[in-house]
């Protein structure tokens, strides 16, 4: 069976989820979570992302990203393959870590119902899954690993750089202050206490089609006109989005390739080279390995393609340099 088309445009809304290998573990402590969530941080440099709200499971976790570029494909591949590499590198595995492709669900984006749903459903997964004691006075703040104690209830100077929570506070209705932070608290406090466990958080889409629109099923969560633009979208480039070559495209890549580019000729006007000197310095020269390093972080330009632009021999040679560079203050 073909694989579905992933739908990508500038400023989509996605949940995104991806399930362990077999179910299993993909964090098997906490360090695994904070190596997750930094290499989420690195994603959202490199790509742009803004992660509305997030929740780390023990097999398994959430997404709501905001993708400014359509380029929430490369910026997937990049972070799986990259948590993947250093879970199996910490505990000395090899293998997949993640089962079948992750699932990316559009989400209407602007319409207060259908984010705020999304939103408290992630939040509430905790709840679900038994893992807060509500009846026994634990709150929901006290699981540690969501956007929620992280973001939510927290003033703006103490989020993280890539946490879109003041518009989503905003898009719910709340305001960004202690009194607006608080009350959002207090209704997922309600919900998880008023709620059957197992339902708590998930909520059915305002209409009578509850096949395509759907939480946890649907292929896509909105109302009637967001359906209609996707089919609009489905319709406009079918064969491009589902052909396994589409991705390495060149109209695919031009935002990340323009982006290198522009860092490439930043760096160099910093450091006063002219692109002939490339040739004539080593691979390993401080002015390479800092602009090299600087496109890697914040673009999702290949590896090959800075050993091209910057005369470095090859991918692996530019990997090998990074990694040095990465241990380095």
Known sequence: MPRGVRLQWPGAHYHVMA?????????????????????????????????HGWVLMGNHYHLL??????????????????????FNSR?????????????????????????????????LNPVRAGLLQIDRGKGILQYPWSSLPSAYALPPRRRAPWMAAAEGLILMNY???????????EQLEKRARTEPRTQCGVA????????????????????????????????????????RTYRSSAPHKRHDERAAGLRLKQGLLRHGLCAKELEQLPG??????????????????????????????????????????????
């Not at 990203?65 to 590499?85: A, C, F, H, S």
């Not at 202690?178 to 608290?185: F, M, P, Q, S």
């Not at 390993?284 to 632009?309: G, H, L, M, N």
């Open 175 to 185: 305001t960004d202050t202690a009194t607006g932070r608080r009350r959002y608290v």
């Open 65 to 86: 990203i905001q993708t400014p570029e359509p380029n929430l494909v490369d910026g997937m591949k990049w972070l799986q393959n990259t948590y993947t590499r250093r």
């Open 204 to 243: 059915p889409p305002p209409s009578d089609d509850k096949r395509s629109s759907h939480l946890r099923r649907g292929w896509y969560w909105g109302g009637h006109l967001f359906e209609e633009k996707l089919h609009a979208l489905l319709q406009s480039h079918p064969k491009a989005a589902a052909n």
């Open 91 to 123: 505990h000395r595995l090899w293998g997949r870590l993640f089962g079948d492709r992750y699932k990316a669900v559009p989400v209407e984006e602007g319409a207060d119902y259908y984010y705020g749903t999304l939103l408290d459903y992630i939040h």
């Open 284 to 329: 390993a020269d401080p002015r390479k390995v800092e602009i090299a390093r600087q496109v890697w972080e914040e673009t999702a330009v290949s590896q090959s393609w800075i050993a091209e632009k910057l005369k470095m021999k090859s991918a692996a040679n530019v990997s090998q340099i990074l990694r040095r560079a990465s241990r380095q203050p």
């Open 19 to 51: 399930r362990g290998n077999r179910r299993q573990a993909i964090f098997c402590d906490d360090d695994d979570r904070r190596f997750f969530l930094n290499t989420l941080s690195q994603a959202c440099g490199r790509t742009g992302w803004r992660i």
